[in-house]
């Protein structure tokens, strides 16, 4: 039977951060990943760029040699004085390079089928077998017989929906029934972006809407429009029109944002659309016709684009994330639950794994009625990342044990990274 310090479980940008900190300080790492690639919501979920987080952050080390890493092959720029502009293709291999260098065994398309535990403590889990079988009916009976134990003296579950958590019945938060609106982002090839960013410009002179930065490495920008209706939106009377005409659903405009990438001169990534029918992103079915709609829907603001933007005549969808971007879904019972209260009131801890000013932002499926309040420097305790029910079993990234609003300060990338730093060091400072 194989041995680790650490099983990590999630290669996403919390889980990609716990495994390099951890073998970084000379632990033995496993870190499981059930897709093709790490990075998570980068990646997969194409969410660029990295959200500023305040100018105190802690537990930086991991996503300052990221940056590194991409700037290096390319995919990397600082825009708007934001050092987290990634180019996610290459964000694949800058994680694969970065985890290798320190060691990390990584195994790809693997989950976790069962977990041995006593006296409230883990002691292994069954894995994927490293083979590939063709399972005749004999085979599939006993296929549990075919599962790797995996011994492991701290686990991290880092999948974002808790799926750990959920295969030890951990008790979770309550959740509402009313999720925040889900979105599944992608990819325009063939923008003239001197066009665009030349006409934009012009077009909108909002600079808290649309930001404009032309240096050696090429043009950058980014512009926004939503449905909401209190705030002028200079992009409104396109939108308005495009419905009018059918070109698109009332809904497609929910909330429309595109920005140029690292690395990629005639590519633009938009950050929509987003589903504003109530989805349950543990729901097999939700998630199902979420993804159906939102292709749809994608299909719909690519025709907009070519047809309304300057720049975008001979442009064509070259990427559709490979998950939905899922903004809240499970969230454990903690040793600590964070509240709204500990953010408002700046509240210390002694052990903090995360400072950030980062705002409450919630996204809501109605007009007007999303909050985004700002609010001063924060701290998250390491408390909040400890299952209350396992001593040896730790979270990081948007499963932590905070209540709703708290959770919508905290699940950006910035502190998931911070997230998965802090409970590596605090495991090996356990260890040492």
């Given amino acids: 039977m194989k041995k680790y310090d650490i099983v990590v479980v999630g290669g996403g940008t919390a889980g990609c951060a716990a495994a390099y900190t951890a073998a970084k300080l ?4 496993l870190l499981l990943e059930k897709n093709i690639h790490l990075g998570g919501t980068i990646t997969s979920g ?29 995919g990397q720029v600082t825009y708007q004085n934001n050092k987290g502009w990634f180019n996610p293709e290459l964000a694949k291999i800058a994680l694969d390079d970065m985890l290798a260098k320190v060691n990390v065994d990584v195994h790809f398309c ?33 296929q549990h017989m075919l599962w790797e134990p995996i011994a492991a003296r701290y686990i991290i579950d880092a999948t974002g929906n808790c799926e750990i958590g959920k295969l030890l019945n951990c008790e979770f938060l309550e959740n ?11 990819i325009m090839s063939g923008v003239d972006i001197d066009e665009f960013a030349d006409w934009i410009e012009d077009y909108d002179k909002d600079r808290l809407v649309t930001t404009i930065e032309r240096t050696s490495a090429g043009t950058h920008f980014s512009t926004a429009y939503t449905w909401d209706t209190d705030k002028h939106w200079a992009l409104a009377p396109l939108f308005d029109d495009a419905v009018a005409k059918n070109l698109l659903k009332d809904t497609d405009r929910n909330y429309f944002q595109l920005f140029t990438i690292a690395g990629m001169p005639d590519s633009v990534a938009f950050n929509c659309p987003r ?51 899922v903004r809240v879904s499970n969230r454990i019972r ?36 999303s909050t985004l309040e700002q609010i001063g420097e924060y701290q998250l ?47 090996k400072s356990n260890l040492s």
Avoid: W
Avoid at 176 to 186: D, I, K, M
Avoid at 278 to 307: T, W
Avoid at 344 to 369: L, R
């Fill in 26 to 29: 000379g632990l033995k790492v």
């Fill in 46 to 74: 194409l969410v660029i760029p990295v959200m500023q987080s305040g100018e105190n952050q802690i537990n930086t080390d991991f996503y300052n040699d990221f940056i590194t890493e991409l700037a290096n092959l390319g």
């Fill in 110 to 142: 693997t989950t976790i089928h069962k977990i041995d535990c006593k006296d409230k403590h883990i002691k292994t889990v069954y894995i994927d077998p490293q083979i590939l079988s063709v399972y005749n009916d004999a085979i599939q009976i006993q």
């Fill in 176 to 186: 509402s029934q009313n999720f925040q609106p889900v979105s599944l982002r992608f």
């Fill in 275 to 325: 589903i504003v029918q109530n989805i349950n992103p543990m729901a097999v079915k939700d998630v199902s016709e979420a993804l159906k709609e939102a292709r749809r829907g994608i299909l719909r603001l690519s025709n907009f684009c070519k047809f309304y933007l300057p720049g975008f005549k001979n442009a064509y969808i070259s990427n559709i994330a490979d998950s939905l971007g």
């Fill in 334 to 369: 903690g040793k600590y639950v964070y509240t709204e209260k500990d953010i408002k009131s700046g509240k210390k801890f002694e052990n903090p794994a995360v400072i950030s000013n980062y705002p409450i932002d919630i996204h809501t499926k109605e007009k007007n009625s």
């Fill in 381 to 427: 305790p390491i408390e909040a990342l400890m299952s209350k029910d396992y001593d040896n079993l730790f979270v990081a990234g948007r499963c932590l044990s905070a209540d709703y609003n708290a959770q919508g300060a905290l699940r950006v990338q910035a502190s998931c990274f911070s997230m998965g730093e802090a409970v590596a060091k605090y495991i």
